[in-house]
């Protein structure tokens, strides 16, 4: 006897209950957070900093000027805090006066309560671009050459492992973004963050968020737990938002142990500082590895390091990109700058440095070939810069 097939449930579910969030969310922006509703509803404010009721700061262009915005007071400035907290999910309360999480329009908030911060509670929200970007976006802005564009575009598609380093709000996440433009469209990505913020405009992605303790200390999920699972995912592609702590080991591990092609973010001030920066994440882990063992292994993971940098007048830009060896006589790292900038104030431009790329000796570059359209001098031993 035929049977009737059970009603599927509807697909809908989700995003509705994602769309209630989000306009509940929208709803408190006209009582909680009236002070801040214009440079929340503005596309081109990229930041927005309360530090207490009367000091109100926003970024439009990389530049942060002081608003005229004022809370009536510091209780009204808690009220917006504890709102906050309610939607990102979190505790905050004087026991636990930090939080660190996503508003439901994608944004990430830091809120800090006083007396830790000594004049007034503070509120810190970083918008992130919600337009698909790609390379062009970076090549409008002159933030990074088409020849450098395309260097690294390659690298991407070659499986090199790629780290971006650089300070808070100097485009590492935007730089992040676009190079995952290069990935194969058949390939399985698994990225990994402590609060979302990327968007990998590719079908198969999926994106794993760490989660805090709860009030009791209990059920967090840290990056090393997202690190362990992801690795038994069948991942082609592992990218992760940013390394901060201890999980740096379980990146290069991932790097040296066949999965190429993993991209990463780090805060470091030059790509020498991001590789001592990543052996000393990677000694948090407190595994009793040597230093020079270490530092053979960080070396072997990273292909390519980038630099981002945000220059005086707000203009975001790429201020260095190189590889990465190992010195054995030394025991220390070689780093081989492939483009540097150079010049002076607005006329600051990524140039090539002249130096050949190893990228040319590797076999994954033989089927990208007739993609090597600026770039061809890198991969020829002894060219000169033009």
């Not at 407190?286 to 007048?313: E, H, K, M, N, Y």
């Not at 070689?334 to 540097?340: A, E, Q």
């Not at 000796?361 to 089927?367: G, L």
Request: charged content about 20%; proline content about 6%.
């Amino acid at each position: 006897m035929a049977t009737t097939p059970a009603p599927a449930a509807p697909t809908t579910a989700a995003p509705a209950a994602k769309t209630g969030r989000l306009t509940a969310f929208d709803a408190s922006l006209d009582f909680f957070l009236a002070p801040l509703r214009s440079f929340l509803r503005d596309p081109e404010v990229t930041e927005i900093m309360v530090n207490g009721p009367d000091h109100i700061y926003s970024e439009k262009e990389g530049r942060i000027q002081r608003t005229t915005a004022r809370f009536a007071s510091e209780l009204d400035v808690q009220a917006a805090a504890g709102n906050i907290a309610q939607f990102v999910g979190q505790p905050l309360s004087p026991d636990r006066p930090i939080l660190d999480g996503r508003l439901p329009d994608g944004s990430r908030v830091c809120v800090v309560l006083g007396p830790i911060a000594d004049s007034g509670t503070q509120i810190n929200i970083r918008r992130f671009i919600r337009a698909a970007v790609d390379p062009d976006f970076l090549l409008q802005r002159s933030a990074i050459t088409p020849m450098a564009m395309e260097f690294l575009l390659l690298a991407v598609k070659a499986h090199q492992n790629i780290v971006i380093s650089g300070g808070a709000g100097s485009g590492k996440t935007t730089l992040l973004n676009v190079l995952t433009t290069g990935f194969d469209p058949t390939e399985r990505i698994i990225v990994i963050e402590e609060t979302r913020e990327l968007q990998v405009q590719k079908e198969h992605v999926v994106q794993l968020e760490a989660r805090p303790a709860d009030g009791y200390g209990r059920n967090a999920i840290t990056l090393r737990d997202l690190f362990v699972a992801s690795l038994r995912m069948r991942p082609d592609r592992i990218v992760v938002g940013e390394v901060r702590r201890g999980e740096a080991l379980d990146l290069i591990q991932a790097m040296t142990s066949g999965h190429r092609g993993t991209l990463a973010t780090l805060h470091a001030s030059s790509a020498a500082d991001a590789c001592r920066r990543l052996e000393t994440m990677a000694l948090m882990a407190d595994v009793g590895l040597p230093l020079f063992a270490l530092r053979r292994q960080v070396a072997s993971a990273i292909d390519v390091l980038v630099q981002t940098v945000r220059l005086p007048d707000g203009r975001r830009m790429i201020s260095q990109i190189a590889e990465v060896a190992f010195e054995e006589t030394l025991q220390s790292y070689l780093i081989t700058d492939i483009f540097t900038i150079k010049g002076h104030g607005s006329a600051q431009q990524l140039q090539w440095t002249g130096q050949p790329s190893r990228l040319a000796e590797d076999p994954a570059m033989e089927p990208l070939a007739g993609q090597v359209v600026t770039t061809g001098p890198l991969f020829a031993a002894g060219g000169e810069a033009k």
